[in-house]
C-alpha cells in the first residue's frame, strides 16, 4: 500500500515531463502549427494520458510560452511575434556562437553535427522540406551540446519549438530550408578542421542573414 502511494507522485511528474517532451518534439518538427487548437480528448487518446495529466502538461508548457490558454476557448499553439523571432535570434547568437568557438573539434557531439547534415542531404534529395527543417534544428541542437550544459540544451529546446512554429507560418518551406544544408556543411568543415573561431565568426553572420530573411517573408505572410 505505502509503495504505490509514494511512487505515484513520482510516477506522474515522471509521466508529465515525458509528456511535455514529445509535444516539444512535435512542434520543432513541425508537426503542430502555430495557431492550431489542441483536442484535449484527441492528444489524451493519442498520447495514451489522463486528461488531469494532459492538463498539467499545458500548463506547463503555457508557462514556457509554447502553447495558450484562452478562457472558453481552450488551449493552442503559440503564434510567434516579430519581437519573438528577433529575441530568439539574439538568445542564439549568444548561446550558439560561445558553443562553437569554445569547442573541442573531437567532442562527441560532432557525431550529432554528422547525423543531422547526413539527415538534411537525404531529406533535401528526396525533396522533403519539412525533414530538412528538423536537420537543421537538430544540427543547431548539437552545436549547443558542444557546450556540454543541460540547461543550455534545455533553454534550447524551447527556442527551437518556438522558432519552428514562426517557420511553420510561412508558405514556402524549400526557400526557407534549403539554404541552410550548405551552411550547415560549410560550419562542420571548418569545426572539423579545428577552426572553432571562423567557425563561430560563420555562424554569427549566417544566424544574422537567417533571421532577415526570415522576418521579411514572415512580415510579407503575417499580415
Not at 486528461?51 to 499545458?58: A, D
Not at 568557438?101 to 547534415?117: D, G, N, T, V
Not at 507560418?169 to 569545426?191: G, I, K, S, T
Request: glycine share 4%; with cysteine; charged share 25%.
Amino acid at each position: 500500500m505505502s509503495s504505490r502511494r509514494f511512487s505515484s507522485p513520482a510516477a506522474s511528474v515522471n509521466l508529465a515531463d515525458q509528456v511535455a517532451d514529445t509535444i516539444r518534439r512535435q512542434l520543432i518538427d513541425g508537426e503542430l502549427r502555430a495557431g492550431q487548437r489542441l483536442s484535449e480528448a484527441l492528444l489524451s487518446e493519442q498520447l495514451q494520458i489522463s486528461r488531469n495529466t494532459l492538463r498539467e502538461v499545458f500548463r506547463g508548457l503555457v508557462k514556457e510560452g509554447l502553447l495558450l490558454h484562452e478562457p472558453n476557448r481552450g488551449v493552442s499553439v503559440v503564434v510567434p511575434s516579430i519581437a519573438d523571432i528577433i529575441d530568439i535570434y539574439r538568445v542564439r547568437r549568444l548561446i550558439e556562437c560561445q558553443s562553437l568557438e569554445k569547442a573541442w573539434p573531437l567532442h562527441p557531439a560532432h557525431k550529432r553535427l554528422k547525423q543531422a547534415m547526413d539527415d538534411a542531404t537525404s531529406a533535401r534529395a528526396a525533396g522533403d522540406w519539412r525533414k530538412v527543417g528538423s536537420a537543421n534544428m537538430a544540427f543547431h541542437a548539437g552545436i549547443v551540446a558542444l557546450a556540454d550544459s543541460a540547461r543550455l540544451s534545455a533553454m534550447f529546446a524551447d527556442i527551437a519549438a518556438e522558432l519552428r512554429l514562426a517557420f511553420g507560418l510561412l508558405d514556402d518551406p524549400e526557400y526557407l530550408h534549403a539554404p541552410f544544408v550548405d551552411h550547415n556543411a560549410r560550419l562542420l568543415q571548418l569545426f572539423m578542421d579545428g577552426q572553432t573561431s571562423a567557425a563561430a565568426r560563420e555562424l554569427e553572420a549566417y544566424l544574422v542573414q537567417s533571421e532577415r530573411m526570415v522576418l521579411a517573408v514572415y512580415a510579407r505572410e503575417v499580415q
